[in-house]
């Protein structure tokens, strides 16, 4: 990987803000095991949003857990995180890289398209989401990939992310598959217990 912190695999957590709690439950993530913290918040908040995307940064390098921006690499920039996730109408991959430098984590959404993936990877992303996988409730009208695609992409050699409708039971049949991450939203932050929920996902690795 481009970047020394980048952890091998485990429970990738998407933040489903904005709301009040918002660090009080992606540090029960944390404390759950999380490997990965994405900022996510589609708003147009920009003060509010800087605030967050500091002190989310600040938490996580606390915990030794790279914290990852959701489309916005000005904003990744800004705060210093440790990479930006580009879904497909989020910029260029090369000019990240160019703003963000060699170190950062540049993810990129490939849905259910292998080619998208080659293509991306060939071009220096650092690892590739498939999804949706089960039913989302974040995006119900997300196209559907088969577990079949992560055993094809293992050629790509780099980080593979299952995203969509994951849960502790459904996980398991994903990373046999070779996800090398679950990326959750859902699942750990709309549950009763998030550290709790969290943990059940990291034991799945």
């Given at each position: 990987?481009?970047?020394?912190?980048?952890?091998?695999?485990?429970?990738?957590?998407?933040?489903?803000?904005?709301?009040?709690?918002?660090?009080?439950?992606?540090?029960?993530?944390?404390?759950?095991?999380?490997?990965?913290?994405?900022?996510?918040d589609?708003?147009?908040?920009?003060?509010?949003r800087?605030?967050?995307?500091?002190?989310?940064?600040?938490?996580?390098?606390?915990?030794?857990?790279?914290?990852i921006?959701?489309?916005?690499?000005?904003?990744?920039?800004?705060?210093?995180?440790?990479?930006?996730?580009?879904?497909?109408?989020?910029?260029?991959?090369?000019?990240?890289?160019k703003?963000?430098?060699?170190?950062?984590?540049?993810?990129?959404?490939?849905?259910?398209?292998?080619?998208?993936?080659?293509s991306?990877?060939?071009?220096?992303?650092?690892y590739?989401?498939?999804?949706?996988?089960?039913?989302?409730?974040t995006?119900?009208?997300?196209?559907?990939?088969?577990?079949?695609?992560?055993?094809?992409?293992?050629?790509?050699?780099?980080?593979?992310?299952?995203?969509?409708?994951?849960?502790?039971?459904?996980?398991?049949?994903?990373?046999?598959?070779?996800?090398?991450?679950?990326?959750?939203?859902?699942?750990?932050?709309?549950?009763?217990?998030?550290?709790?929920?969290?943990?059940?996902?990291?034991?799945?690795?």
């Amino acid at each position: 990987m481009s970047s020394k912190t980048f952890p091998g695999r485990g429970l990738y957590v998407i933040t489903d803000g904005p709301r009040p709690d918002l660090l009080v439950v992606i540090r029960q993530a944390l404390e759950g095991g999380a490997s990965l913290v994405q900022y996510r918040d589609k708003t147009h908040d920009a003060r509010r949003r800087q605030d967050e995307a500091s002190a989310i940064k600040a938490l996580c390098a606390g915990f030794g857990v790279p914290m990852i921006v959701n489309d916005d690499v000005t904003l990744a920039q800004s705060v210093g995180a440790d990479g930006v996730h580009l879904g497909e109408h989020d910029g260029e991959l090369a000019s990240a890289r160019k703003l963000l430098g060699g170190r950062a984590v540049i993810g990129v959404s490939c849905y259910d398209d292998i080619e998208r993936a080659r293509s991306l990877a060939a071009a220096g992303a650092d690892y590739v989401a498939f999804g949706a996988f089960f039913p989302s409730p974040t995006k119900p009208q997300a196209r559907q990939a088969s577990a079949e695609l992560l055993r094809q992409s293992a050629a790509l050699r780099v980080p593979r992310v299952a995203i969509g409708g994951i849960t502790p039971d459904n996980g398991a049949s994903l990373i046999d598959a070779g996800a090398d991450y679950l990326a959750v939203i859902s699942s750990v932050f709309r549950a009763a217990d998030v550290r709790a929920a969290a943990r059940r996902f990291a034991d799945l690795f």
